[in-house]
């Protein structure tokens, strides 16, 4: 079982970039998938979750209007669609896959996202 992210990289403030997480080893459709990113010196936060069938979504308040996440089972693939970025977006992030939309088990490797000012 593995969760693999893809899509960071150094944009500039008020660009855009979407992040993608392929999933592999479980049956993709039965979980719930979240991003979260982790600031240098900061905790580590929820950025958005999504139900198993995209019906539900949540965002945490810093990026509700910006940020959209969605999921294609499909593919197997969850994303995270980043609009209006600012330089406080800078962060490791990291997609997580769980049974529960407040639970997660399974996490991928992070992948950087740096907005410059």
């Known amino acids: 079982e593995q969760l693999v992210e893809s899509g960071g990289g150094l944009v500039q403030a008020g660009g855009s970039l979407r992040l993608s997480c392929a999933a592999s080893?479980?049956?993709?459709?039965?979980?719930?998938m979240g991003w979260f990113r982790q600031a240098p010196g900061k905790e580590r936060e929820v950025v958005a979750r999504?139900?198993?069938?995209?019906?539900?979504?949540i965002y945490v308040d810093s990026v509700k209007g910006r940020f959209t996440i969605s999921r294609d089972n499909a593919k197997n693939t969850v994303y995270l669609r980043m609009n209006s970025l600012k330089p406080e977006d800078t962060a490791v992030y990291y997609c997580?896959?769980?049974?529960?939309?407040?639970?997660?088990?399974?996490w991928g490797q992070g992948t950087q996202v740096t907005v410059s000012s």
């Open positions: 999504i139900n198993w069938n995209g019906g539900s979504t």
């Open positions: 997580a896959a769980g049974r529960t939309l407040y639970n997660y088990d399974l």
């Open positions: 080893g479980r049956t993709f459709s039965s979980y719930v």
